[in-house]
């Protein structure tokens, strides 16, 4: 059973090596014979070979039932019934098969199909109605497969095998392995996430990692962790793949952070300056383990498209010559950090420093010894940041183009483009195809992407393209054209999209006898955009019902249910796509300010935390954040966002915030963890100071700034006093400085308010002065300045409502009091 196992293990690592397998006792000659030959085809990448055997094919034809799907699942049942070797024997058939189908509709060369499997297409009268009936069997929840995709029958033969099968392949270690793995192309295969895959997907990955066989072979685990991070990454999940990729370094040792060193950039550019560098550390234990199989790795199977600018170079130039060398990894470091960026390039939003940080992981990529799929992939993610460049877009669709005819050449074995395939996400060809036609909607090349869309069969993107282009008729004769020869549900949601007609998706609605999730979500978006929020959500909610994985929907019914004041409805949904993707800033964001309308502002902090977690340099989460610590009492929080909020935007005032704040310090309230603010009464002297400096003209932070100076029990010294009069000082200046300040009556009450406590606070500076000159230049100084406002004021006053007039004359009288009490000191 050990030499069992090493097959297995050698088989789904990708690597090969000659196996002489002995004391299989309980097995056949013949089927040690054809176990064999199945992984001598398997090594040279002929999986055609393995699945057109004779051996095999008697296997699956003996006839006894009228279903081939059935039979063939009966027939490979009896076949594994027997020793190890036969259980193996049908888990490699099942492999061949997927490889097979992969390298048609992935990885390349395309070569001219073939027979594959007599016996299926004699139970059908033509090659179309096999096709129909093979893709009807691979459709999940009303949701079918892509219509072009090539030997659809391997797909489906190899989940006979790994899916139903997987009972009598339970001596198989590895089988749910690649169960998961054909799974997941299938899933691939399809335009939207399935929920039914989805589950099945996650159950294995369960499954799988509590195996400690898988745990004990260091580089299955590796490539186990990052498949399984690319997977939750296609799941919105990047919290648990962080944490899986965090595991895959841990085992090998590896480190990877972004650093800087100096070089140029540009062919003009005199100085160096700092620019990004990608920064490797490894651990010596992998060297003594890993044994690359250099068959499977070469120099370069893919022309790396030169950037010809005359202002940018190909690349960066680094001043220390040994930057600009890269040691070689592993294929195993290179998928981690292939996996590294992906994550990156879904944890963030795409603003320019991310774009520069994400090319610094695809630059360091491709200058490795090349695998094929982690160079395909680090090409494919460059042409992506490219094409919104205008310097770069030209080398963006040149290399595009290589890649989507780099599948129909024969340059690199089958063998090596599948090494390492299920660990990255290189997409399939009409995926490639169709970012290229992007790349030509973006450079305004519109007939050339219609054309690209028109030859895949991308309906959607068909009748994206007419509108863009103001052709919606010759959309919608398309769309009607096609319905004459076949009517599905898409087509007719594809017709409703071109003609905006409701009655399409009804229709839809009726064919997919109330199964098509596409067509209720149509229906919602229909209403959605005509800004129809309450007819809306009783169609986004039936589509969710269908299929819970459309992030865009949840996010839709969301918002319509917050401008319908629907807020639990609202914080329901935004509560799911946070389960969806527990890393989006924007739905946690979301999620607060529908608690905070449910008047629920504990759960809406809790929630803000979370979204800070996400992007920690959102100036506007961060001032939700604020706004909602100081309407429960987090005043220590409520100082450190204001700190962070200056960090971001450089200057940030809310008069009303601070004053709660100040308040709650000076009167010793309890924060929410019943601690008394006065302990923060250093922290808020801090933050004021930051906040004076920032912003030098708002009276109100000079006031509350002296308050917060003095000691609320009286004891201060000279020196303090001294200190809060110039801050009294800074606000009365500031507060005269709005201009006509005296005929409004709101600056008018400020002005006259900061006059009068600046007064209040001459006087006390006073008593407790031992000098006689300066005595009297603080009475002299309190008493020109009432002078000068007593005369401003009192001329507009009369003119001011009755209750304002009011208001004003109370603080003219205090102020003229003052003015008597300082003249007869003055005296």
Known sequence: MAEILEVEFDVIGGSFRNHVLKDLTDAKDSDVDFLMHILEKLKLGDYLAVLTDARLQNIICKLSHDNWKTQVQSNLAEYSNGSAVNQLIVLL????????????????????SVNIFPSLSSYFSSNE?????????????????????????????????LQDLQEQLKDCITSKWWLLRCLRVHQLTMMERNPIIHSKIFKLVDEIQ????LKQHWQLHVQFCVEVSLIYIYYHEVTKAKQLLLLAQDIIGLDVQLSSALGKRTYYQQNALPQLLLKVKRSDKIADIFLPNESLISDSFLKNITLKDDTILNEIKFLNEEDNEVDT??????????????????????????????????????????????QIQSLMHRCQLEKTNSRRVERAMMQMQELVDCTLKEDAPVIARLYLFYCTQIPPYWMMEKELADIFLSLGVNQSALEIFLRLELWEDVVYCYKRLQRRQRAEALIRHLLETEETPLLWCLLGDATDDESCYLKAWELSSHRNSRAQKSLGNLYFQRKQYKECIPYFQKSLELNHLQLEVWFSLAYAATKTEEYELAAKSYRTVVGLDNDNFEAWNNLSNAYIKMKQKERAWKTLQEALKCNYEDWRIWENYLLVCIDIGAFEDVIKAW????????????????????????????????HPASKLRKNALTLLGRITSKVTNNSKAWQLYAKLCLNPEGDNNQETMERALQYLQKAYRSAIQKQNWQKN?????????????LTEAYLHCQKSCSNENLTKQLLSSASLMIKSVQAAASKEVEYFPHEECNEITTLLSSLNEYSSEINSKLL
């Not at 096709?131 to 691979?138: G, S, T």
């Open 93 to 112: 058939t099942g492999v061949a098969s997927l490889q097979l189908f992969v390298s048609k509709n992935w990885t390349g060369p395309i070569k001219q």
């Open 129 to 161: 109605e096999m096709e129909k009936w093979v893709k009807f069997n691979l459709s999940a929840n009303d949701e079918s497969v892509y219509n072009l995709i090539r030997c659809p029958e391997t797909l489906l033969f190899a989940e006979i095998i």
């Open 210 to 213: 509590n195996s400690d066989s």
């Open 329 to 374: 990894l592993y294929p195993e470091e290179q998928v981690i950090i292939l996996a590294l960026s992906s994550l990156a390039k879904k944890y963030f939003s795409i603003d320019p420093l991310m774009h520069e940080e994400l090319m610094t992981y695809f630059d360091f990529l491709l200058k490795q010894t090349k695998v094929w799929c982690i």
């Open 643 to 674: 700190h962070r909020l200056i960090d971001i935007k450089g200057k940030h005032m809310d008069e009303e915030v601070l004053s709660i704040l100040i308040k709650a310090i000076l009167e010793d309230m309890p924060d929410i963890y019943g």
């Open 745 to 757: 009556p709101s600056s008018c009450k400020e002005v006259l308010y900061h006059a009068k406590e």
